[in-house]
């Protein structure tokens, strides 16, 4: 505390020599009127500066909590995906475990044959299109599929019927 005793003690030698105008650059230039009322203004503007400093610090405080706290959601959040996804995983293969146990998968065609390399489709991961390969081979196909041929055939026998019926309309 030496060196901060001898510099306000500097400071006392050399206010009395400051000329009268330099008054008016202390207080940061804050405040109007007499010396007093500007040190009573300058020690106002100081809290409200000094206020605003611990309200900007304790908002970035809270903002930096709110920051790891939505990180920390979105992580649990990220296990509880991979959770899932292996237990879909688990589950499909304890599935299919037991549709090879009982012997389902025996009568599929191409049975001990070395599945066809994929050339048609590079982008595809090769389970994939493996998978609905067989599948299609052994006559599965996705609901909307079947919706769309009833619809495709419906159309045509509406199409058809109206045919028939304006070639009955055109002999009489």
């Given at each position: 505390g030496?060196?901060r005793?001898?510099?306000?003690?500097?400071d006392?030698?050399f206010?009395?020599?400051a000329?009268q105008h330099r008054?008016?650059?202390s207080f940061e230039?804050?405040?109007?009127?007499?010396?007093?009322?500007?040190?009573k203004q300058y020690?106002?503007?100081?809290?409200n500066?000094?206020?605003?400093q611990?309200?900007?610090y304790r908002?970035?405080k809270?903002?930096h909590e709110?920051l790891e706290?939505?990180?920390m959601v979105?992580?649990?959040q990220q296990?509880k995906?991979?959770?899932?996804?292996?237990a879909?995983?688990?589950l499909?293969?304890?599935?299919i475990?037991?549709?090879?146990a009982?012997?389902?998968?025996?009568n599929?065609s191409?049975?001990?044959?070395p599945?066809?390399?994929?050339?048609?489709?590079p982008?595809i991961?090769?389970?994939?299109?493996?998978?609905?390969?067989?599948?299609?081979?052994n006559?599965?196909?996705?609901e909307?599929i079947?919706?769309?041929?009833?619809i495709?055939?419906?159309?045509?026998?509406?199409?058809?019927?109206?045919?028939a019926?304006?070639?009955?309309?055109?002999?009489?």
């Open positions: 030496s060196a005793e001898e510099d306000e003690e500097e006392e030698q206010k009395h020599m000329p008054q008016y650059l230039g804050i405040g109007i009127g007499t010396p007093s009322q500007r040190e020690r106002k503007f100081r809290m500066r000094a206020t605003e611990v309200l900007d908002k970035q809270l903002q709110e706290n939505n990180m979105k992580d649990v296990s995906k991979i959770k899932i996804t292996q879909v995983e688990r499909v293969e304890d599935l475990q037991e549709s090879m009982k012997g389902e998968f025996d599929l191409g049975k001990g044959k599945l066809q390399k994929l050339s048609q489709y982008y991961d090769p389970m994939t299109h493996n998978l609905n390969r067989i599948l299609i081979e006559g599965y196909q996705p909307w079947v919706r769309q041929k009833e495709k055939q419906t159309i045509e026998k509406v199409q058809n019927d109206m045919v019926f304006r070639r009955k309309l055109g002999e009489s």
